[in-house]
């Protein structure tokens, strides 16, 4: 039993380094992807955006900068990005309004796809050997 708690303790110092140094200059990639720290991973995750309102806190429609939905690039061998799929918020919506069940596949590109979890309020983009999912703090789904 003291074996395992030793070699748990070395492994969460372990973790704990390697944390500190992944984010000692900022850590991930920083191009706006959502997976940012997902740094081994060649697929990149992108809210896209557009004009759009929204109403301030007096009740004034504004216009801003708005999230029109999801974008997911994958980088290949040479370095160059290129675009798996988008699904605009109109077609997450739809797709998800239209579905019943707690886990909802939005629609996808080349062996990847976008997912929505209703119980967790969370996306998720799913592919060969991957899956990376995160909250939707910006209300994307309507």
Do not use: C
Not at 21 to 40: L, T, Y
Request: glycine fraction near 14%; proline fraction near 1%.
């Amino acid at each position: 039993m003291l074996k395992k708690i030793a070699l748990l303790s070395i492994v969460a110092g372990m973790l704990a380094v390697g944390v500190g140094m992944a984010s000692a200059d900022g850590g991930g990639i920083n191009d706006g992807r959502i997976n940012s720290f997902d740094v081994a991973s060649g697929v990149a995750i992108y809210y896209t955006y557009g004009d759009g309102f929204v109403t301030d806190e007096d009740g004034n429609l504004v216009e801003t900068e708005v999230i029109t939905g999801i974008a997911v690039w994958y980088a290949t061998e040479e370095g160059n990005g290129v675009k798996m799929f988008e699904l605009s918020d109109s077609q997450i919506d739809k797709a998800v309004s239209a579905s019943s069940s707690s886990t909802v596949v939005i629609g996808g590109g080349h062996g990847y796809f976008l997912g929505y979890d209703r119980v967790n309020e969370e996306f998720y983009v799913y592919g060969p050997n991957y899956l990376f999912q995160w909250e939707d703090h910006y209300a994307v789904v309507g």
